[in-house]
Each structure stands twice: as structure tokens, then as C-alpha cells.
């Protein structure tokens, strides 16, 4: 018999982590694409794309450019040359704009035959024309202000959020000179569409934009041209923060400056009107300062997608998705207390399948609960206009102790995060942020009630953000507990941040920095032992986001041992599933579909009686490393099968899967003669059937 081939996992197989991003955003553009879905929701995927691609330029491009400008010849993740992986990143980018642009333009054709037309500023009837001179007089006008490009002198005052049109000003005689502006467009003050009176049972759209070029002569009067061009541009700026040592600075101080740095950070990416002159061009270039010329994008006449998330949907039925209204748990229904039901039983939440009012709900009842001692909770991103933010206020309010350990660095929140510190210390609420090195992405709530004369701990552990925006669109899962196991723990791991550091052992929990990736690998050799023996072996693992080296090394053990391995990725997966003698034994998926997936939960079989975890960490360097994480075990046997059963459903999933392979490539799961399921809708309906009565016998 020949002996099978296997591959020491020492030396395994891995994706480029950049390369496997642009494959997960490429999933994205899928649903753009995707005539399955509603037309209007396509178009919002283009904006989710773009500004995932944004975030991803500002970030890990930026940061890829440094190590280049400091003459790294390799990277600080998984060996990848920083000037190789920024050439392919350039080249796919470029490759999956001139798709981009075609998808939208066939988009903008779909939206015709519904009698949505989205006109530009040479296709404005008469009177169309007459009602944008006047929406241009009254409301445009005042908050424009040109810059005559030969007189800026600031050109990092350009801001990376906004969108800007490159304006050539000259005569019809050739004998004088053109001048050039530049025009920030007011998108943040103004709806970037423009809803045009009805006609003859259409409804017409414009860009501001496109309203603003109508409209330029009347912004320039006092030069006298005769012609103008305007071409749009976008940069995109480095958003690493660069903390200061300053000792006599706060950490809020330190992290508020670095903010405002961000916005002056050095473009990694110009993204401009493929039809811009090539003058004008070099102009924008030298000004930004931009000589690579892979940090230049061409693209189609607009840019900024990410405001196609709030296009209109004119009321349209047909052209949005179906409503999935928020389901109430069936143990929280007309119950007067949820600190009285979690006193008797868990309770499991999976969002944005339940409503997210039951842990607003909470937090008020605590607020006002007479009983209550205290409430501490993580916040690591709060939504805009956040009730969770308020109940907390209102507790402290009411005379309760409350704690909130707020992350000031969470990428990008750190500006809403500074204004809520500020917020919630004017009430009296206690904010602790800042543990050198570290950050805290534990999602965790903790009550403190007085009953008969001893203190009862509840508490939430959460794979999600308490926010209550993002509950609509992610999916996430929640546990409501007052089981003292886990509560006692939960209590240990708010002290060890009040008490800055001091490592702490946990029995229950499993909690990073300290022993998660540890307790992973536990789990996995324990599954791999089992193999040998001829047992029941394998672990369903659901993550955002799968990249540390020494756990990708024992998931292809495991394989090689023979342990099942069934990973559901959302993002980044650097692990290549399927190969001979090193992965055979592992598949690995992504969905991606109406809700975003964001939920980690990982599955071990142990021998016929499974161990379930939830936990807000990805398996990723920082996750383990660099953060506070918590996973935590379900002990409650019905929660424990909804989970499993909810898995299940996500592995039987043949619509919007995609298999991962070792090409980059995303190819849809097939059907295999099977009906076609939905995951999403799928989970929506089995937990909504939960509330469904059934007749007594």
C-alpha cells in the first residue's frame, strides 16, 4: 500500500492576508452583482465595497507602504514580501474597478426599466434644469468654496472623506490662459442624491455632483469663462495613529491629537475620472505629493460609493428586501422583569433576528431597579444616537455605581468614543480606558442586584458590539446569565481592568491575553486524540476572521489526524482547505448575504457530548495577543442545540456560500440536486417558529 503523503504542519500552505481581504470584498461586489437580490439593495453593496475598500486603503495599504519606506523586505505577517503584495494588490484593484463601473453602469440601466433614471447634467429636461438653478441658489451654493489651485498652499487640509471636483476654467478663444480649481462637495451637509420632480410616471435622480457642474458658471461669475470641466477625485490618507510619549498628556489627550493627525496623513491612494486631462492630472499629483504611480487609481466619473448605502428607495416594495421584523425571545414576552427570567434560566439572543430593545431594556430596568448595586460595561463602539449610552447615564443618575471601560482606540470610533467619555464622566460614571498595549474587545455587561441581603451577579456576554445601529445588520449572539460560574468571572475580569494588568486565573472563562489561544489548542489536540482512538472527532469553528500561524499549523494537524473540520470565515482565511496530506479533512466557507455574519462560536465534538463556546475574538494574532477577549461555555442544553442547529444551518447553506480555495477565486457551494436554502432566512424562521405556541395534547 502506498503510503499517504503528509506535510509537517510546521511548513504549511498559507494566503497572502491582504489577497485574502480583496477576495472577501470581492464576495461583496458578488451581491452587487447578484439578481437574486433586490435592485436597490445591489446598489447599496456597491457602497458597502467602497468603503470597505476605503478602510482597507487607509489601514493595511498604509501600512504596507511604511514597511516599504523602511526598507522591510518582508512583513511582519506570514513572510509576504510588502513590495510583491502591494503590486497585487494594485493590480486586482485596478482589475476589479473597470468591473466595478461595469456592474454600476448596468445597475443605472435596471433602475431605468423600473422608472428610477438617474440623469447627469448634460440630460436635465427644461424644466428639470430650472429646479437644480434654483436648489443650486438657495441650498448648494452657500456651502461651496473653490480654491484656485495655483494659490493652494495646504494641501493636506484635503480631506479623505470627502469627494472633490478637479475644475478646468477657460475660454472659447485658445489665445488665453485656463485656470484650475479644486471644489470639496458637500455630501456630509447634503444628500449626494438629488430627488428631480416627477415626470410622466418616472422618478429622475441627479448627484450633487453632477448639479454642482451644471450650475458652475454661476459659482464663478466674477472670472468670465466661457467653458468649464469638472472631474472628480478622491484620496484616500494613511489612518495609522501615531500615539505620542508625552507624559504630561492624558491618554485621552494623546489619543484626541493623534486623531486630528490622522486627517493631515500622507495619501496612499488618488481614485480619479479616468477622463481628466493628463495636465490637470499632474497637477492634483504634485500638490498631494503623490509620485508612485500605483497609489493612482482611474475610475469611472464618480467615486465615494460608500453614500450609495443611503440611496433612496423611493418606497419601492419590489426593489428592497422583504421586511424581517425583530422577534421578541419567546422567555421575554410580557415579562415584567428580564433580571427575573435570567434569575431562573439563560437566555440566548441572536441578533438582528431578536430585537436589540431587550438589552436597552435591561440596562433600563437596572437603571431603575431598586435593588441594583452597580452595572459595569464594555464599550468598545456605541452607535451615533446610543440607548445604551443613556441608560447607563440615567443609572448613574438614580444613584447606581456604573463602570464603563470605554476603548478609545477602536478604529475609527475613537472621535464618537472621546465625546461619549466626556458625556458619560459629566453624569457621574466612572470611565476607565487605556491599558498600555492592549485592547479591550470583550463585549460584557455586569449587574449587581441586592436580594435577601446578598449580592446576585447578572451578566451578558456578547460576540457583538452594544450598538444598538449595527444589531440591525450584524449577526451576532448574546447570553443572558446569572449562573455564579460565569458571573464571578466576569466580575474578575472588570477588576483586573480596574486594577491595570494583574494577571488573573480563570476556570470558566477563557480569556485573552492570557490563555485563549492556549485553550484552542487544548481543545483541538483533545479531538485529535479522539481521532486516534477511533472516536467521534471534529469542531465546527465560526469566525470573522482565521490567521494566526500556530493555530492554522494544528488545524492541519488535525486534519492529518483525522478530525473533521468544517470552518465558517467570514473575512480573511489565510488556511487553504482540501489538499493532499495537509488539508483534506478541512472545509472551509463564507456566506455573505443580507446580513453581515459576525458571530464567533466555536463547536467541539468531545466525544458525543458537545463543548460550545461564545467569544468576541476572531483567531487572529491581535485576537490572541494584543486584546482582552473572553469565551465563554454554553452550559444551558437548549441554548446549546439552538446554536448547534443554527451551525448547521449556516454548513447546509447553498445560495450564498462560497468555498475557499487556494486561487483567491470565490466559487458559490453547489447545489448538488439539494432545495435551495438560505442560511439567514433560514435562522430568521427557526427562531421565530420558537414563538409559535403549540396545542396542548
Known sequence: MMKKKVINPACFPVLNR????????????????????PL????????????????????????????????????????FSPDQTLEDISQTEKDIQTRFIDIFNHLLVELKENNIVVVDEYQLSESQGKYIKDFFKSTIRPLLFPIILKDFKVPDSLDDSSIYLAIKMSYSSKNRASEYAILEVPSEQLSRFIILPTEVDKQFVIL????????????????????????????????????????????????????????????????????MPDTLLKRITALLKIKD????????RYHNFKDFMSFPDFDSV????????????????????????????????????????????LLREASIDPG????????????????VINALINASRNGKKVTVYLELQARFSEGQNILWTRKLQEAGVKIIHGIPGFKVHAKLILIKRMERRKVKMYTNIGTGNFNEETSRV???????????????????????????????????????????????????????????LGIEAWAIIKVNSLLDSVVISKLYEASQKGVKLSLIVRGICVLIPNIEGVSENISACSIVDRYLEHSRVYCFANNGNKEIFISSADWMIRNFDNRFEVACPIFDPAIKEDIYNILKMNLKDNQKTRLFSGDYKNVYKEQNGEEPFFAQAGIYNY??????KKPKK
Not at 349 to 359: D, E, K, N
Open 40 to 79: 436597490i439593495e445591489r446598489l447599496r453593496f456597491l457602497g458597502i465595497y467602497s468603503n470597505n475598500l476605503d478602510e482597507f486603503f487607509r489601514v493595511r495599504v498604509a501600512t504596507i507602504r511604511r514597511l516599504i519606506e523602511l526598507n522591510q523586505t518582508k512583513s511582519d505577517y506570514l513572510d
Open 293 to 300: 504611480k500605483d497609489a493612482l487609481v482611474p475610475g469611472g
Open 372 to 387: 441594583v448595586i452597580s452595572i459595569k460595561v464594555t464599550i468598545y463602539r456605541a452607535g451615533h444616537f446610543s440607548n
Open 208 to 275: 450633487l455632483e453632477d448639479a454642482i457642474r451644471y450650475s458652475l458658471n454661476e459659482l464663478f461669475l466674477n472670472f468670465n469663462f466661457d467653458r468649464y470641466e469638472a472631474y472628480t477625485f478622491k484620496i484616500t490618507r494613511d489612518a495609522e495613529l501615531d500615539l505620542d510619549n508625552d507624559v504630561l498628556k492624558s491618554y485621552i489627550e494623546r489619543v484626541e491629537e493623534s486623531v486630528r493627525l490622522r486627517k493631515k496623513g500622507s495619501p496612499v491612494r488618488l481614485v480619479f475620472d479616468r477622463d
Open 474 to 532: 450584524f449577526s451576532d449572539i448574546s447570553l443572558l446569565t446569572s449562573n455564579p460560574n460565569i458571573a464571578s468571572e466576569i466580575d474578575m475580569v472588570f477588576n483586573l481592568f480596574e486594577s491595570y494588568y494583574k494577571p488573573i486565573k480563570f476556570k470558566t472563562l477563557k480569556v485573552a491575553p492570557f490563555a485563549m489561544r492556549k485553550f484552542v489548542i487544548k481543545m483541538l489536540d483533545r479531538e485529535i486524540e479522539n481521532a486516534k
Open 318 to 361: 419590489k426593489m428592497v428586501y422583504k421586511p424581517m421584523p425583530a422577534i421578541v425571545h419567546p422567555q421575554l414576552i410580557d415579562k415584567t422583569s428580564i433580571l427575573d427570567v435570567v434569575a431562573k434560566k439563560d437566555v440566548m439572543l441572536h441578533f438582528p433576528y431578536h430585537t436589540f430593545q431587550h438589552i436597552i431594556d
Open 18 to 37: 491582504e489577497l485574502s481581504w480583496m477576495q472577501f470584498n470581492h464576495r461583496v461586489l458578488q451581491e452587487a452583482e447578484d439578481e437574486r437580490n
Open 687 to 692: 427562531l421565530k417558529s420558537k414563538n409559535i
